[in-house]
């Protein structure tokens, strides 16, 4: 029997791990554990329970994609089909949630690559493996669900991470010498190839090239080449060294050493840093809380990978209103452009002509600011029913991914209130972006340019195909999405189907009972800090000069009742407050992307990026004093804020018209379709 396994059959897997180590590779014990409670290991048990083979994989909601990581069979139980089976049964729970699984396999392992051939997996790409032989390579093999994946052959959702020396030099060594050291042996492991990215820093290369033993140093050389240097401004990491100084203040040539190889990381971007040494592991939370630079073990790594997969580089806990500023361009701004202009495509010349363009047609540019320092440039106008983006620029700053993937919603945002059908993004900086993000918002690239229908309509089922065929013509990439999408014969299929459609046309909202809604009851300090910009008095696109940015967050409660599912959206109720003029009504709407259980204290660490939450003043509370006492986390994204509330009275009214029963809303509640229907269509001021 095909199932999802359960705590109970941990041992079993674990134990045919273990026969089979040698080619499945490396992989904590509590991994294990965390996939089984995530419903990401399938099983074939016999009739006694017991475990005849598993498949283990990953599903990254942020890419859409499905990564097997172990598919084994006992030897007792091979000649079954079992592999093919648990394979059946993975294509049948996913082929419509994801574009496509995706695996990595030795090239001298025949068996298992004729495996993959016949159930039409295509070899992708190929890099060396990790084992002494140069000639075994590790390739990627893909397995299309024939959606349209709209910027690359694999959606690539890799998790870069920097390795401190203290771990290549152990790595090196496993590598050449077949030596063991425990501590870093999982990153040894096939699997990891297609999970990670490593790199290493400038200083890495320092170090080897200081090293008095020529024949270690040669080994170093040759070991280093399967890693990417970074590249970085040498004096920008001067200026971080000497901020180091203050945390790490001692004059050894190792402290040195480790001050340049933490200022490259911090310069790089790259959120992760991998080291054995107690000293840098102790300062973590400060480099944390000062740089966001996450310190951590490859053990402590390896486990929270599944976190950091689905998390994107987004840590709006970190754009503090106090510290960014988002304004209309100014003249003393003016003089300061320099940093925006595309190296070798363009001159200052060139952006002064796309800004007294967007000037000239009315339309709006925009600076982001943290402090001084200057990290985006956004200049649109309005032409016909399109916004046209001609500028949408970044410098390097290390939230320059959060405040990219902001910007992009505050377009969005400003071309919904605005009631245009399509936004045009024309710079030519958009190919130097991770077009995943793009791709998540709704965006197809055409003709050099990305482009995204929006709709602030209410539509039901049969109204779709009036409403998309115009947009057709316009986008057809889209139209092969849903034809795609509507080939499925999975039960499920249209819940999926729809909510996706409503992400790639946000605003858009479909009447449909398929797509299921919540009424959550929210404090309103929480709804004004998480969303709720009209309580703040904020405006999302350059009213004031702080700014909001809320695109993704997490709201905390408690698991029961426990009637939350996905996907769904949520009508945030403000429960009273008289502090509030939001309160006691319907503020805003959100879509319900993930709910996560687990231990209180555990998941504040996981998900306290997303800031306002402090541990001792709202999390502990709800734990009784236990902090491995089971919460709730509700991760919700597309935050639209009503500027006609629904009052509590109101609310009844429609409830009640529509025969569902009166309620307080202590609890979350389920309502139909039609309620959210015509609670949106209420607050939106929508006929």
């Not at 396994?5 to 040698?22: P, V």
């Not at 991470?161 to 050449?176: E, G, Q």
């Not at 987004?314 to 988002?326: G, I, R, T």
């Not at 734990?623 to 009052?647: A, R, Y």
Request: glycine fraction near 4%.
């Amino acid at each position: 029997m095909i199932k999802f396994a359960h705590l109970e059959h941990l041992d079993g897997i674990i134990k045919l791990w273990e026969k089979n180590r040698s080619t499945l590779g490396l992989m904590p014990k509590d991994a294990f554990r965390d996939n089984i409670q995530k419903k990401w290991i399938l099983v074939s048990c016999n009739k006694g329970n017991e475990v005849e083979a598993y498949l283990q994989f990953r599903h990254t909601n942020r890419t859409q994609t499905i990564s097997i990581v172990h598919l084994c069979v006992s030897a007792d139980y091979r000649g079954k089909n079992l592999a093919k089976k648990l394979l059946d049964e993975l294509v049948s729970l996913y082929q419509n949630k994801v574009v496509g699984i995706k695996l990595s396999c030795r090239s001298d392992y025949k068996d298992a690559i004729k495996f993959w051939q016949k159930y039409n997996f295509q070899p992708k790409a190929e890099r060396p493996s990790r084992g002494k032989d140069p000639n075994v390579k590790l390739v990627t093999w893909w397995f299309s669900f024939g959606k349209s994946d709209l910027f690359s052959a694999i959606p690539s959702d890799k998790v870069s991470a920097i390795l401190d020396f203290n771990i290549i030099s152990k790595l090196r060594d496993i590598h050449i010498n077949s030596q063991t050291f425990p501590e870093v042996e999982i990153l040894t492991s096939d699997w990891i190839a297609d999970e990670i990215e490593f790199e290493i820093t400038s200083e890495t290369v320092g170090e080897i090239f200081r090293d008095s033993n020529k024949v270690r140093s040669l080994q170093s050389k040759q070991y280093i080449k399967h890693f990417k240097e970074l590249n970085l401004n040498k004096n920008d990491i001067n200026n971080i060294v000497n901020e180091l100084m203050e945390i790490f203040s001692g004059k050894t040539e190792n402290d040195i050493s480790d001050r340049r190889q933490l200022a490259e990381a911090i310069l790089s971007n790259t959120s992760y840093f991998l080291t054995l040494d107690d000293e840098i592991l102790k300062k973590g939370k400060l480099l944390n809380d000062k740089y966001g630079l996450k310190v951590s073990l490859p053990i402590n790594f390896i486990l929270e990978l599944d976190e950091l997969k689905n998390a994107s580089n987004y840590y709006p806990a970190q754009l503090s209103a106090e510290n960014f500023s988002v304004n209309n361009l100014s003249s003393r701004d003016h003089e300061k452009l320099n940093c925006f202009i595309l190296t070798n495509e363009e001159n200052r010349k060139d952006l002064d002509r796309k800004i007294n363009k967007i000037q000239n047609k009315n339309g709006e540019i925009l600076v982001v600011k943290n402090s001084e320092f200057y990290i985006s440039l956004i200049g649109h106008y309005i032409d016909n029913q399109s916004l046209i983006v001609e500028l949408l620029r970044l410098t390097k700053h290390r939230l320059s991914q959060t405040v990219l993937f902001q910007n992009i919603f505050d377009i969005i945002t400003y071309a919904s209130l605005k009631n245009l059908s399509f936004i045009s993004i024309k710079d030519l900086a958009i190919h130097s972006f991770d077009h995943r993000m793009f791709e998540q918002f709704g965006f197809f690239l055409r003709e050099g340019n990305l482009i995204k229908a929006l709709s602030n309509k209410v539509v039901k089922v049969n109204e779709l195909p009036s409403l998309l065929t115009p947009i057709y013509h316009s986008i057809p990439e889209l139209e092969k999405v849903i034809q795609n999408d509507s080939n499925s014969s999975i039960v499920l299929g249209d819940i999926w189907r729809y909510y996706f459609l409503e992400k790639k046309l946000w605003p858009l909202k479909i009447d449909s009972n398929d797509i299921m809604t919540f009424i959550i009851t929210i404090k309103p300090r929480y709804a004004r800090e998480l969303f709720d910009t009209k309580s703040a008095k904020q405006t999302l696109f350059g009213a004031s000069p702080k700014l909001i940015w809320n695109n993704e967050n997490v709201y905390y409660r408690s698991v029961k009742p426990n009637i939350e599912t996905l996907p769904a959206r949520i009508l945030w109720y403000a429960s009273s407050d008289n502090q509030s003029n939001r309160q006691k009504c319907i503020v805003g709407t959100s879509y319900l992307d993930e709910i996560i259980v687990g231990p209180a204290k555990e998941l504040f660490n996981k998900y306290k990026k997303y800031g306002i939450y402090d541990w001792n003043k709202h999390i502990k509370p709800m734990t009784n004093g236990d902090e491995n006492k089971e919460i709730k986390i509700l991760k919700f994204s597309h935050s639209e804020v009503f500027q006609n509330t629904i009052p509590y009275k109101q609310l009844l009214e429609i409830l009640k018209a529509a025969n569902q029963a009166h309620n307080n809303f202590v609890s979350p509640v389920k309502i139909k379709s039609q309620i959210f229907a015509d609670i949106y269509r209420i607050a939106k001021g929508i006929e």
